[in-house]
């Protein structure tokens, strides 16, 4: 992910954050060194600071990659909660769940291997927050799943809708650009969301359910 945001003032963003836990600024290094996709700590304080405005305690998350979003879900629901790590690579979930079990937070987090539409599919329940970070392509038909599984009042998340600018490519040819767009539109149009997009480093989507 390119950030498109101007160069100084996405540094200050990030020289102003607070300290991370240890466990956050390793995963942190590990993703920069490996070039492993994570939000980042800014977009990690903002998932944390919605689920504590919401005082969510189940979220389901969908796309998890080594965990370290779903940590920043796991502080802010506390004891008691719930959050539902999915992801399709066992090698990403094995790491994951090593760094759940230092952060503290491993009770918390139920781990599933395999395709998180799948696994959205087979739940019945409402969630307090869905959060949405499978491959682009995906993203209209998670779209077209979120409604039935987030309560009323509940918060849909999507991270990187602006996908470094490129989504302002109107014939774009590429499938994941696409999906982006897609989903966009859908809810710009849909009736069952008050949705905003966070400019903050890929564009974050945060729609609360009507």
């Not at 200050?12 to 466990?23: A, C, M």
């Not at 969630?127 to 009323?152: E, G, Q, S, T, W």
């Given at each position: 992910m390119k950030s498109f945001m101007d160069e100084k003032v996405d540094?200050?963003?990030?020289?102003?954050?607070?300290?991370?836990?240890?466990?956050?600024e390793e995963m942190e290094r590990q993703a920069k060194q490996r070039d492993i996709p994570i939000v980042g700590p800014a977009v990690g304080r903002v998932l944390y600071q919605y689920a504590k405005l919401i005082d969510a305690k189940t979220v389901f998350e969908m796309g998890s990659a080594?965990?370290?979003?779903?940590?920043?879900?796991?502080?802010?629901?506390?004891?008691?909660?719930?959050?539902?790590?999915?992801?399709?690579?066992?090698?990403n979930a094995r790491e994951?769940?090593?760094?759940?079990?230092?952060?503290?937070?491993?009770?918390?987090?139920?781990?599933?291997?395999?395709?998180?539409?799948e696994a959205l599919a087979k739940r019945s329940e409402q969630?307090?927050?869905?959060?949405?970070?499978?491959?682009?392509?995906?993203?209209?038909?998670?779209?077209?799943?979120?409604?039935?599984?987030?309560?009323?009042g509940g918060l849909f998340l999507t991270d990187n809708v602006l996908w470094s600018g490129r989504v302002t490519e109107s014939n774009s040819q590429d499938k994941y650009t696409r999906g982006i767009q897609e989903f966009n539109q859908k809810m710009k149009a849909s009736k069952d969301w008050?949705?905003?997009?966070?400019?903050?480093?890929?564009?974050?989507?945060v729609a609360t359910r009507l």
């Open positions: 540094a200050y963003l990030y020289e102003i954050l607070p300290p991370r836990t240890p466990v956050l080594i965990g370290y979003s779903t940590i920043w879900w796991a502080m802010a629901v506390g004891e008691g909660g719930r959050v539902y790590y999915t992801d399709g690579d066992e090698k994951a769940e090593g760094y759940f079990r230092q952060a503290g937070v491993l009770d918390r987090i139920e781990i599933h291997v395999g395709d998180a539409l969630f307090d927050i869905l959060f949405n970070d499978v491959d682009k392509h995906d993203y209209p038909r998670v779209f077209d799943m979120a409604a039935a599984h987030v309560r009323k008050f949705a905003t997009i966070t400019p903050l480093r890929d564009g974050v989507a």
